[in-house]
Nanobody
Framework: QVQLVESGGGLVQAGGSLTLSCVAS????????MGWFRQTPGKERELVAV????????HYADFAEGRFTITRDNSKNTQFLRMNDLKPEDTAVYYC??????????????????WGQGTQVTVSS
């Protein structure tokens, strides 16, 4: 059983930056592709970015491309999401998630088995 704990959310002005962190415990971190997803009230949870277990392959949602960067440090069982040029529409609860690594990067929400509790990101205009 993998436990995931996010941190780094908060309130930021439009155009600002935040870095989210997610620490994993209870499993071999290198056995999982990792991802960030987000959700706002009344909407479905959506993919933000995902990274392969090795860190060598990533995938971003269109809205994240060029502004967000996902990375991971397997030595510290931690993944990160650096978010630049934040917009009010980025306001959401951001969730860290883990999917069993298969060799093909997991890009669909349904592949993710373990989830963190979420961290709120609020971008003011």
């Amino acid at each position: 059983q993998v436990q995931l704990v996010e941190s780094g959310g908060g309130l930021v002005q439009a155009g600002g930056s935040l870095t989210l962190s997610c620490v994993a415990s209870g499993g071999d971190f290198k056995m999982y592709d990792m991802g960030w997803f987000r959700q706002t009230p009344g909407k479905e949870r959506e993919l933000v970015a995902v990274v392969m277990w090795s860190g060598y392959d990533t995938h971003y949602a269109d809205f994240a491309e060029g502004r967000f960067t996902i990375t991971r440090d397997n030595s510290k069982n931690t993944q990160f999401l650096r978010m630049n040029d934040l917009k009010p529409e980025d306001t959401a609860v951001y969730y860290c998630a883990a999917a069993w690594a298969t060799g093909n990067l997991a890009i669909h929400l349904s592949k993710y088995t373990y989830w963190g509790q979420g961290t709120q990101v609020t971008v003011s205009s």
